[in-house]
DNA sequence: ACTGAATGTTGACGTTGCCAACTTCCGTAG
DNA sequence: CTACGGAAGTTGGCAACGTCAACATTCAGT
């Protein structure tokens, strides 16, 4: 009298982690909302509303893996797009490009990775996540370092204040556009492509011939946020 | 038998709105994590769990009015910092240190304005928000329009285009900067102000010799956002 | 074959956002 | 002056949520 049906649900998923955070990614793309519950992912996985437990401490936890798993997308994607082409100047702005479409083809999902929902209590990013960021963050790095700015500003000790400048002035403004599309306090953005284009070729052409020198101290990673 | 004590708790609060939002206003500065409840901000305010509907429908129009209260307070102090000054050049830089002195000194509220947390379903901003965030991007374009681009690039219809996208790139550079401050993804922030500064004179720099043309289509201002 | 660790389930608790019905108070029209 | 209608606040209830504790099932290694 056990298994009236045969096979079916086999007590243990298998692979109930992954289904999981798929189950997120899907909701947050389809809702463009980020205020799933839990249960609701049970429930897609077709499992107990505590399932999940076992797999993640908390909510929190299970948002960070799928902000992790929002900033691998993000890495492979700039990656394929930057691998199609040689010059570093456009390889450049091609990461950029996909940066964008990345974060406004899927706006809840961006929100989630840089929303600031993580590191509310004791303000610390999971590591998951931050493991992620750099990867991304270095990509952008290599790009500009191997010649992006062009060859007045080659990559030399000598310059390392000024790239680090460049990398950190390039990330904040294709971050600022992409949320201001996403939070669409800016608009249309149809033409996101053409928008970033215009925009980082005049701060680069800037950038090359007066680049901003960090003040000294200051450095572009990961830290203790706040204060 | 009423009224064992003299005067206390006139059961009309009096101004109970006000002191919600202020009440909320606090908890974001206090606890920075927006996770805070509703029936916690009337319990703060000393009022029965239901009262504050009386005043919003929703808690999202609570959390509406506390991000408009937010932009308010951000225009007011970028004007504050504004008026003191008077080469259109110097406003620009102070106006963008107020900018992200007010987003780092207060992360959850900023995280509230910007971080998409309204306009879930039906992705649009209450009209409040709107409005005030509005005024904040009118102060900057105002000070750009009068000529913080220098007298190479002028203020007149030809330049229109230009200087629209010198308003965006600031703008977006500035909010960048100031949610991966906030984020703690770049750090450290004590140099925030000499940070932005030396962003934004290269970006100026560069912009003023060559300054991006839009494309034809783009305009800065709300709309429907996404897609 | 036995046993311990993974993994999933059931049931419960406190809290939350919201609804409905009731009460208290104030301004104002008659 | 009084009656009354609506604004503002209260009480109680509901379903859903995140989380905990105890229990069940399965798998892996001896």
Chains 1, 2 share one sequence.
């Not at 389809?30 to 519950?37: A, D, P």
């Not at 840089?114 to 610390?124: A, M, R, V």
């Not at 599309?181 to 970033?196: M, R």
């Amino acid at each position: 009298m056990p298994r009236p049906q045969s096979h079916e649900r086999p007590y243990h998923h298998g692979d109930l982690r992954r289904a999981i955070v798929a189950s997120a990614l899907e909701l947050l793309r389809e809702t463009r909302s980020l205020e799933f519950s839990l249960r609701e992912l049970a429930r897609r996985a077709g499992v107990s509303h505590n399932a999940p437990y076992k797999h993640f401490a908390d909510k929190r936890e299970l948002l960070a893996a799928v902000s992790g798993a929002g900033f691998e997308m993000l890495t492979k994607l700039m990656a394929s797009e930057m691998a199609r082409l040689s010059d570093p100047r456009e390889q450049l702005f091609a990461m950029l490009r996909a940066y964008i479409d990345h974060g406004v083809g899927n706006p809840a999902l961006y929100t989630l990775m840089f929303g600031g929902y993580l590191g509310s209590p004791d303000h610390s990013r999971p590591a998951i996540e931050l493991a992620e960021a750099e990867k991304a963050k270095g990509l952008l790095a290599g790009v500009i370092s191997a010649g992006a700015l062009g060859r007045a500003i080659p990559h030399s000790p000598r310059n390392e204040q000024k790239i680090a400048g460049a990398i950190l002035a390039c990330w904040s403004l294709v971050h600022g556009l992409t949320l201001l599309l996403v939070d669409g306090l800016v608009g249309p953005n149809k033409k996101a492509g053409a928008l970033v284009d215009s925009l980082v070729q005049g701060m680069l052409d800037g950038l090359s011939t007066k680049l901003p020198t960090l003040p000294p101290g200051t450095w572009v990673g990961p830290q203790a946020p706040y204060r």
